[in-house]
């Protein structure tokens, strides 16, 4: 049986996260979102507050939580500010998890304590201008010659791109062999043909940056390998898993934020010497939006429930996901409508949280994909 109710240390965890991003990450939310402007100093102090190491093992640097302390974290931070969450879960899921399900000791030693401190940023790189969904039409190739793979090709919508220091990238080392032949690597920003390239000018989570990585004739060490040859869309999949629980979790916080300040405005807002709180179909309304959210996160507390148990989580992963990403686009959508016509302006939160809203129904996997990976799971 779950137990839905957070340990001590968790909730520890969670207050912590909520003052750091109510203190620090709240008063530049707008400004990021605005300009485009990559967050660096309060990225660096997430991994000085250790919320970046919270699931890594104490011996590698890390705080030795789980993954549910992670995710409640997670949801504080997209509770302010989508962009700074995007960038956390990325860097925590994706890259240092990958490292941390499938590196070898040495590699594990090598990267996650500067990744767990915030030192080194973290990267994912899988789509491509031809591949998205269909992973293995990726045109990427690794050729290995002597001591090293020699990586050709241009990954897309690569979230920390050209900010990351360590990216893990697929590339096919076997072209003939399908999904068979596509292998994973770690590649560090500094390795000869590593390139970044045009950098996106997103609808949402606009502070984060999402760029073009160009791998050319790109000298990666044989050592370097994550996982084995030819598994790597294995590797690529369940690393999606553990990612898509951030992503849900991020959903969440978003629809949170947008909920709360949904709430605070029709308490105070007088229309018909009334606050608007004071009509039933708007109560009706947020009562709707309420248990969107708290389902939504049940199910977040049921994923990573899951993947702290061992084994597959897939179809959790998936459901959390799709349900969060639902969530948070319709409520989002509902506290503009709440707030009226301030709620489509500039000044207003809810009008960036209706825009971050977005990308949660796409990316590290669509809604569309979401069932059909519950679907494959339930008919097994």
Request: overall charge negative; proline content about 3%.
């Amino acid at each position: 049986m779950i137990n839905f109710t957070p340990t001590e240390e968790q909730l520890l965890i969670q207050q912590m996260a909520r003052e750091f991003a109510q203190k620090e990450i709240a008063p530049i939310a707008a400004e990021i979102d605005r300009e485009q402007t990559f967050p660096m100093q309060t990225v660096k102090r997430m991994g000085e507050l250790g919320l970046f190491g919270l699931f890594v093992p104490e011996d590698l640097g890390g705080g030795g939580a789980d993954y549910i302390s992670y995710a409640l974290a997670l949801e504080e931070i997209a509770a302010v500010c989508a962009s700074h969450a995007a960038i956390y879960s990325v860097h925590s899921s994706a890259s240092m998890g990958g490292i941390l399900s499938y590196g070898t000791e040495e590699q594990k030693k090598k990267y996650i304590p500067g990744m767990a401190s915030g030192e080194r940023i973290g990267a994912f790189t899988v789509t491509e201008p031809g591949a998205g969904t269909d992973a293995g039409a990726q045109k990427a190739t690794a050729v290995l010659q002597g001591d090293k793979y020699i990586l050709n090709g241009t990954k897309i919508f690569c979230t920390n791109g050209g900010i990351a220091d360590v990216y893990l990238a697929s590339a096919m080392t076997d072209p003939s062999k399908g999904l068979k032949g596509i292998s994973t690597f770690i590649v560090e920003k500094s390795f000869p043909g590593f390139k970044v390239g045009q950098k996106e000018d997103k609808m949402g989570i606009r502070g984060s940056q999402t760029t073009e990585i160009i791998y050319s004739n790109c000298e990666v060490p044989a050592e370097n390998l994550l996982g084995k040859e030819g598994e790597g869309f294995k590797v690529i999949m369940q690393i999606l898993d553990g990612g898509r629980i951030g992503m849900a979790a991020q959903a969440v916080g978003i629809a949170r934020g947008a909920l709360d300040a949904a709430i605070a405005y029709v308490k105070d807002r007088q229309q018909f010497g009334k606050p608007l709180a004071a009509n039933q179909g708007l109560q009706w309304m947020l009562a709707e939006m309420a248990l969107a959210v708290e389902a939504s996160r049940v199910m977040v507390f049921k994923a990573a429930c899951a993947k702290e148990a061992g084994g597959r989580f897939s179809k959790e992963a998936a459901m959390a996901k799709l349900i969060a990403a639902e969530t948070a686009m319709s409520v989002t959508t509902r506290a503009v409508q709440l707030h009226g016509g301030i709620g489509y302006t500039k000044s207003c939160a809810v009008e960036r949280y209706m825009r971050d809203a977005k990308i949660t129904e796409i990316y590290e996997g669509t809604n569309e994909v979401m069932k059909m990976v519950i679907a494959g799971n339930i008919l097994a």
